[in-house]
């Protein structure tokens, strides 16, 4: 769209020169309207990319809440305009492959979204760059659940857990994962599908009373600095060993926004800094709030990824 708007106003221009010429115009004066004309066009095109609407989703994690709001931040503070829209993670990859979405800022590879991956590989543009490398998954119990400590161990003590582990939504990969991991390890537990705030409201309440409990969870993850926590082992590797996030666009995205699609590979950030800005984030009256404070004091990382 934005080439044929620049195409249509070089078109005018020219017209308009060439109408002006005829009727007498003179050729130091048809240079200078050309020049103005082309110098407009120009600016006119350039409004239009730093202006042009840009749509990602916004899935209920707790780490997907604070990037989008970060990138949202800005970008806008670039000249675009951003909108997020809140779906899960099936949603999200539907509509980038119909073009309704611009970017989901979240996928987690080579394992839980990997069913994604192979759905839609040919049709979505999944990035090779990665903006975390240290991520994890498994099933996680509070420390005070001393007769568990592997997946192996689920079986023997099911009625601690009243025979279920606590999810979050449904479209989430690692849900899918952890439905795998409930087969391949032959165990007598229902998954429960929630969201993640309902799924770790769950989890602090039975902490609060010092309750067994078994749900999947992840790092990075702020929940981890707020409670004592332990991953499960997993001998069969079925969550897989590290994880690393990468991005999605939506085909065209690139050609579209050839600035924005660069600074999204230049993104990077290590433990403490995608920690601490979940964390801002989490404690902010609203995330936008946390997310520009983050950026306020972390703007030589910024100016990394985006000059």
């Not at 806008?76 to 492959?97: P, R, T």
């Not at 192996?152 to 582990?165: A, M």
Request: hydrophobic share 40%.
């Amino acid at each position: 769209m934005y080439r044929l708007k620049k195409e249509l106003s070089l078109s005018l221009s020219l017209l308009t020169v060439a109408v002006l010429a005829a009727c007498g115009t003179s050729e130091g004066e048809t240079d200078n309207l050309q020049s103005n004309e082309e110098s407009e066009a120009e600016s006119n095109a350039e409004s239009e990319v730093n202006n042009g609407e840009i749509m990602i989703s916004q899935i209920s994690w707790a780490e997907n809440i604070a990037v989008t709001n970060m990138w949202k931040s800005i970008l806008e503070d670039k000249g675009y305009e951003v909108e997020l829209s809140l779906m899960e993670m099936g949603v999200s990859m539907a509509a980038l492959e119909s073009g309704g979405l611009d970017v989901n800022l979240e996928v987690w590879l080579p394992v839980q979204d990997a069913n994604y991956l192979e759905q839609y590989e040919d049709s979505i543009n999944f990035s090779e760059e990665t903006w975390y490398d240290n991520a994890k998954v498994g099933l996680v119990v509070p420390e005070y659940v001393e007769e568990v400590n592997s997946i192996e161990d689920l079986n023997e003590h099911r009625e601690l857990f009243n025979g279920e582990i606590i999810g979050l939504d449904a479209g989430a990969g690692t849900m899918e994962v952890t439905e795998d991991l409930i087969n391949d390890y032959g165990l007598d537990f229902n998954l429960l599908a929630s969201s993640e705030p309902a799924m770790l409201g769950e989890l602090e309440a039975a902490i609060d009373n010092e309750e067994p409990i078994v749900v999947p969870l992840w790092t990075p993850h702020w929940v981890f600095s707020a409670h004592d926590l332990k991953f499960l082992d997993d001998p069969q590797n079925i969550y897989g060993d590290t994880e690393k996030i990468h991005h999605a666009t939506r085909q065209g995205f690139e050609e579209d926004y050839p600035e924005v699609s660069e600074w999204f590979k230049n993104w990077k950030m290590d433990d403490e800094e995608i920690g601490e800005l979940i964390e801002y984030v989490e404690s902010a009256e609203e995330p936008i709030d946390g997310a520009e404070k983050w950026i306020e004091e972390n703007q030589d990382l910024i100016d990394e990824w985006v000059n």
